[in-house]
């Protein structure tokens, strides 16, 4: 996209950005609606070899997105302009630059619908195609080429897919694909009037990709690679009444990709899922088992960083954590193969019972067990080979994350609530970061709420991880001050009481002795509206960021940070 073009849509997007929601009134049955949103994200960085934020190029760093729709019945449009020239720590250095990467004309009809541009999209539980945005992570691997959407008969809908991938300001690769959801339920009325509902599925992608470097087996031989990588699933999910099960099986074929422990191997790769649950007036009940093997799936096979080029999704089972050190060893999902299993048991007990008391309590049992597959090695697993073979149900030998955690939740007062959970887990650190064998800790979380008055709440966390591993135990406090309509205070610190060695450029400095670091950080946030801004001062330490099993590594910084968002 030439400059011109670029900073023309830069310039719509930012107009339409301060703007605020609208109708534009076209005839008297044709309306078109006006939406979009402002994200923006500055770092003002200080240097601290104490806990290892490196040197700094730039005085302020930036991740800035904004982009508008225009939504109508029959088209839908929308641009988006990304400002990363000088992008927060921890993206790739291919992240940085900007322009207008996405942008989309959509016509719709009563029962098809076509999309020219860029767009996203997810085949069943997107084990061979998903495609998404995720800002904290630096992931945006949308197509760009063209979707049909069609329902042509009740209980039908299909997809046709083919697009480039996005990788960052490129695109590469070409992937095409179809699927077919069929509604069994709408075909039988009997099936409706019982509450009965049964969808099967099916999908296919191919990835054509055309490998310019030469990757050699060995000194002798040259790797020939496949262009077109296929990859297959069927599912079929039931649902009657609180009960659900869910069955999914996917495929791909040959697919060499660069892999630490076996790169370029020709091994075919299997992903199989099965999930139930049960839920019936304050009880719930989740069950699920997975087993996935060779199912690294990329736009790019030499690409040694998974997630600027990944095609699918493996999500993980294990539960998505928000407080600060129960999330401080997340599980990342290991595509080169795993068992995975989580059971979830919730609870709550009535009001003005025994156990529920005036108000209720609710309780959540939470399991996880993650480990890998049995792998016998054929050929030495040496690339142009396939590798290894795995049977089916045997299990590796090597746990790679485990977890049991209760949390509870009590109203005390009509104006006091609290949030307790105690976790035992499992983290082997090796396999999710490359060193640090397998840690076992203790984690005990304690949230109050308390509402002063109808304008201000206080709220507190404490926090407190035990373990004889890695860097020791570590406590974590936060204090948080509502003041209703506008304005919240906040203020945490994370405190590591085992001496650590100085850093620098993140490697250990022994020539500077030790010391105990308090990660400290204040804020203030500023809400009217669709607007919400946030100024902060403090410290965050090095660790692993992770959202569904998909991590990325975030490095140490300390500074003045401002966030503005604002949605019309």
């Keep these: 996209m030439n400059k011109k073009l670029t900073l023309a849509l830069a310039a719509l997007t930012l107009s339409?950005?301060?703007?605020?929601?609208?109708?534009?009134?076209?005839?008297?049955?044709?309306?078109?609606?006006?939406?979009?949103?402002?994200?923006?994200?500055?770092?003002?960085?200080?240097?601290?070899?104490?806990?290892?934020?490196?040197?700094?190029?730039?005085?302020?760093?930036?991740?800035?997105?904004?982009?508008?729709?225009?939504?109508?019945?029959?088209?839908?449009?929308?641009?988006?302009?990304?400002?990363?020239?000088h992008p927060l720590p921890g993206f790739d250095k291919d992240f940085k630059g900007w322009g207008v990467p996405f942008y989309y004309i959509k016509g719709k009809l009563k029962n098809a619908e076509l999309t020219l541009g860029n767009f996203y999209e997810q085949f069943g539980s997107g084990f061979i195609l998903r495609t998404y945005e995720e800002r904290s992570l630096g992931i945006d691997n949308s197509l760009l080429g063209g979707r049909v959407m069609v329902r042509p008969f009740k209980g039908v809908q299909a997809k046709v897919i083919v697009g480039t991938q996005r990788r960052y300001w490129d695109t590469q690769s070409l992937i095409g694909g179809a699927d077919l959801e069929l509604s069994v339920s709408e075909w039988s009325?009997?099936?409706?009037?019982?509450?009965?509902?049964?969808?099967?599925?099916?999908?296919?992608?191919?990835?054509?990709?055309?490998?310019?470097?030469?990757?050699?087996?060995?000194?002798?031989?040259?790797?020939?690679?496949?262009?077109?990588?296929?990859?297959?699933?069927?599912?079929?999910n039931?649902?009657?009444?609180?009960?659900?099960?869910?069955?999914?099986?996917?495929?791909?074929?040959?697919?060499?990709?660069?892999?630490?422990?076996f790169p370029y191997i020709y091994r075919k790769g299997y992903v199989t899922m099965l999930s139930t649950s049960y839920s019936q007036s304050g009880m719930s009940i989740l069950l699920q088992a997975k087993r996935s093997d060779n199912m690294n799936f990329r736009s790019c096979r030499t690409e040694t960083s998974a997630t600027a080029s990944t095609i699918n999704h493996l999500p993980a089972?294990?539960?998505?954590?928000?407080?600060?050190?129960?999330?401080?060893?997340?599980?990342?999902?290991?595509?080169?193969?795993?068992?995975?299993?989580?059971?979830?048991?919730?609870?709550?007990?009535?009001?003005?019972?025994?156990?529920?008391?005036?108000?209720?309590?609710?309780?959540k049992l939470n399991f996880s067990h993650i480990r890998s597959i049995d792998k016998k090695i054929h050929d030495g697993g040496k690339p142009g080979t396939d590798g290894y073979g795995s049977p089916f149900w045997k299990q590796g030998d090597e746990l790679y994350y485990q977890d049991?955690?209760?949390?509870?939740?009590?109203?005390?007062?009509?104006?006091?609530?609290?949030?307790?959970?105690y976790m035992n887990q499992f983290y082997n650190k090796t396999v999710a970061e490359g060193h640090g064998g397998t840690i076992h800790s203790d984690i005990y979380i304690a949230e109050a709420k308390y509402r002063i008055n109808k304008k201000l709440t206080l709220r507190g966390e404490a926090q407190y991880l035990h373990?004889?591993?890695?860097?020791?135990?570590?406590?974590?406090?936060?204090?948080?001050?509502?003041?209703?309509?506008?304005?919240?205070?906040?203020?945490?610190?994370?405190?590591?009481g085992n001496e650590h060695y100085y850093t620098s450029l993140g490697a250990e400095d022994k020539s500077k002795g030790t010391h105990k670091e308090h990660y400290i950080n204040g804020s203030v946030t500023f809400t009217h509206?669709?607007?919400?801004?946030?100024?902060?001062?403090?410290?965050?330490?090095?660790?692993?960021?992770?959202?569904?099993?998909?991590?990325?590594?975030?490095?140490?910084?300390?500074?003045?940070?401002?966030?503005y968002n604002y949605n019309f």
């Design 467 to 496: 373990t004889d591993k890695d860097q020791g135990d570590w406590y974590f406090g936060l204090l948080e001050l509502s003041f209703l309509p506008h304005f919240m205070f906040t203020i945490s610190d994370q405190y590591n």
């Design 317 to 363: 089972f294990a539960m998505q954590q928000t407080y600060a050190l129960a999330s401080l060893y997340s599980y990342g999902t290991q595509p080169n193969g795993e068992w995975a299993y989580q059971a979830e048991f919730g609870y709550k007990f009535k009001r003005k019972t025994f156990l529920g008391g005036k108000y209720g309590t609710s309780v």
């Design 189 to 236: 009325q009997k099936m409706q009037q019982s509450g009965t509902n049964l969808t099967l599925g099916a999908s296919w992608v191919v990835n054509h990709q055309h490998q310019k470097e030469d990757v050699f087996a060995d000194a002798t031989h040259k790797l020939r690679f496949v262009e077109n990588t296929n990859a297959f699933d069927v599912r079929a």
């Design 238 to 261: 039931f649902q009657k009444g609180g009960f659900s099960v869910l069955g999914e099986y996917a495929q791909k074929t040959e697919d060499p990709t660069f892999d630490g422990k």
């Design 16 to 85: 339409a950005a301060t703007a605020s929601a609208q109708t534009i009134k076209v005839t008297k049955d044709y309306d078109v609606q006006i939406t979009g949103s402002l994200q923006t994200d500055f770092l003002v960085p200080q240097e601290d070899n104490k806990i290892g934020t490196g040197t700094y190029d730039d005085k302020v760093l930036n991740n800035t997105y904004a982009e508008v729709h225009a939504l109508s019945k029959y088209v839908d449009a929308g641009v988006r302009l990304e400002y990363l020239d």
């Design 404 to 421: 049991i955690n209760v949390q509870l939740e009590k109203k005390i007062t009509k104006d006091f609530k609290l949030n307790l959970m």
């Design 529 to 563: 509206g669709a607007h919400r801004l946030q100024v902060g001062y403090g410290k965050t330490r090095a660790g692993y960021n992770c959202s569904g099993g998909v991590c990325r590594y975030v490095p140490a910084s300390k500074g003045v940070t401002v966030s």
